[in-house]
């Protein structure tokens, strides 16, 4: 039998039931250093580099379950950020190879491994463009600020969403669409967990940027 997500609100869990996990991840060193302004090309460099593996990974699985009825609210070619994470990386890296962590390897691969499921690919599509959406929009602004690079120029990119023309009204809608969802209350269950494995796997990216 399936349980409506407004009567459980999986938005709310999903804020709730994660902070722990996301407050690890944004106060890890790494990331306090970039949010305090203190990132250079280098750092944003080589986060790019991570991200659009990652991202890569998230825009296939979503555009595999975009016919299924439990992920197609969430689809959007809207939040595709691969090809604006692939101009970011050539205007930064200048021609140089840039490494890609085991930490990034790894999230990627948890992606693909749960990419049939769809409340596990909501928890790391809800995880990844509603901090994008949220968080993101401050950091892409302080990226700019002390880099140097106008807002939406390559090396920047990845924070500007030019098809979304009101930021808070769309993720007011995606929440909805996540109370909305027809999930069962395993499934609920689900989500939560594998949206706090995706934070985890923020942080284990972090950590090993700023052990470099």
């Given at each position: 039998m399936t349980t409506q997500l407004a009567a459980t609100g999986l938005a709310a869990r999903l804020r709730t039931e994660t902070r722990a996990a996301h407050e690890s991840a944004e106060n890890s060193a790494f990331m306090t250093r970039l949010a305090h302004g203190e990132a250079t090309r280098e750092d944003l460099l080589v986060l790019t580099r991570q991200l659009l593996h990652v991202y890569e990974a998230l825009e296939e699985a979503a555009r595999g379950l975009a016919d299924d009825k439990s992920f197609a609210a969430f689809h959007d070619p809207a939040l595709e950020r691969v090809q604006s994470l692939r101009a970011d990386l050539a205007a930064l890296a200048d021609g140089a190879e840039v490494?890609?962590?085991?930490?990034?390897?790894?999230?990627?691969?948890?992606?693909?491994?749960?990419?049939?499921?769809?409340?596990?690919?909501?928890?790391?599509?809800?995880?990844?463009?509603?901090?994008?959406?949220?968080?993101?929009?401050?950091?892409?602004?302080?990226?700019?600020?002390?880099?140097?690079?106008?807002?939406?120029?390559?090396?920047?990119?990845?924070?500007?969403?030019?098809?979304?023309?009101?930021?808070?009204?769309?993720?007011?809608?995606?929440?909805?669409?996540?109370?909305?969802?027809?999930?069962?209350?395993?499934?609920?269950?689900?989500?939560?967990?594998?949206?706090?494995?995706?934070?985890?796997?923020?942080?284990?990216i972090f950590a090993a940027l700023d052990a470099r």
């Open positions: 490494p890609l962590t085991p930490e990034a390897e790894a999230y990627a691969d948890r992606i693909r491994r749960i990419s049939g499921s769809a409340p596990s690919l909501v928890a790391h599509h809800y995880t990844r463009y509603l901090g994008d959406l949220s968080g993101g929009q401050a950091l892409g602004a302080i990226f700019g600020r002390s880099l140097g690079i106008a807002p939406g120029d390559p090396g920047i990119s990845f924070y500007h969403f030019a098809d979304i023309e009101k930021v808070k009204p769309y993720k007011d809608r995606y929440r909805d669409a996540l109370d909305a969802a027809p999930f069962t209350e395993e499934q609920l269950d689900e989500a939560v967990a594998e949206s706090v494995v995706a934070f985890e796997l923020n942080q284990a």
